[in-house]
T-cell receptor
Framework: RKEVEQDPGPFNVPEGATVAFNCTYS??????FFWYRQDCRKEPKLLMS???SGNEDGRFTAQLNRASQYISLLIRDSKLSDSATYLC???????????FGRGTSLIVHP | GAGVSQSPSNKVTEKGKDVELRCDPI?????LYWYRQSLGQGLEFLIY????????KSGLPSDRFSAERTGGSVSTLTIQRTQQEDSAVYLC????????????FGQGTRLTVV
């Protein structure tokens, strides 16, 4: 089983739609969680950290479920500019090496 | 301030040649990571440097791959006797010494082995 798993998609949604991605992780000792965004042929950039209590940044909401070992990303009111690959990132306790999922591709169309 | 800088941005090399890829991290960042990303794939961890500690080389795919970090700053990833399967984008990232901080990536070196 891969350490971090994501549905590669693509998720093809119209503008204004709400879309959600899940990511599962295998190491129960994982302590830090993030969502990164990667545009085509660009480097990954941090979208948001994921806290135990969940967090929201504008149209984006991230949640952590430790019992089921998954994190989620919800995007409301999708924009064309949200089209990208969303990477789930997990760091285990005691390790400072971020482990990346393969990413979920989102395509927002007019 | 300046971000993570990688050079060259593109490199085409013949099979069997050696290549060196350079990464200049953000000033003051003690952690430096190398990843590679093949077309349509996720990021594959290669090596991790933290300050003056011994690097974590657990992700290096073969002994043809090596990396060093001089003076706790600039890092060089060397691939000897390149093979076609080494073709990928090699990404460098740096972060401050904290398990919950952002890793900042360079724009990567696109390596093509022909």
């Amino acid at each position: 089983r891969k350490e971090v798993e994501q549905d590669p998609g693509p998720f093809n949604v119209p503008e204004g739609a709400t879309v959600a991605f899940n990511c599962t992780y295998s190491n129960s000792a994982s302590q830090s969680f993030f969502w990164y965004r990667q545009d085509c042929r660009k480097e990954p950039k941090l979208l948001m950290s994921v806290y135990s209590s969940g967090n929201e940044d504008g149209r984006f909401t991230a949640q952590l479920n430790r019992a089921s070992q998954y994190i989620s990303l919800l995007i409301r009111d999708s924009k064309l500019s949200d089209s990208a690959t969303y990477l789930c990132v997990v760091q285990s306790g005691g390790s400072y090496i971020p482990t990346f999922g393969r990413g979920t591709s989102l395509i927002v169309h007019p | 301030g300046a971000g993570v800088s990688q050079s060259p941005s593109n490199k085409v090399t013949e099979k069997g040649k050696d290549v060196e890829l350079r990464c200049d991290p953000i000033s003051g960042h003690t952690a430096l990571y190398w990843y590679r990303q093949s077309l349509g794939q996720g990021l594959e961890f290669l090596i991790y440097f933290q300050g003056n500690s011994a690097p974590d080389k657990s992700g290096l795919p073969s002994d043809r791959f090596s990396a060093e970090r001089t003076g706790g700053s600039v890092s060089t990833l060397t691939i000897q006797r390149t093979q076609q399967e080494d073709s990928a984008v090699y990404l460098c990232a740096s972060s401050s010494y904290d398990s919950n901080t952002e890793a900042f990536f360079g724009q990567g070196t696109r390596l093509t082995v022909v």
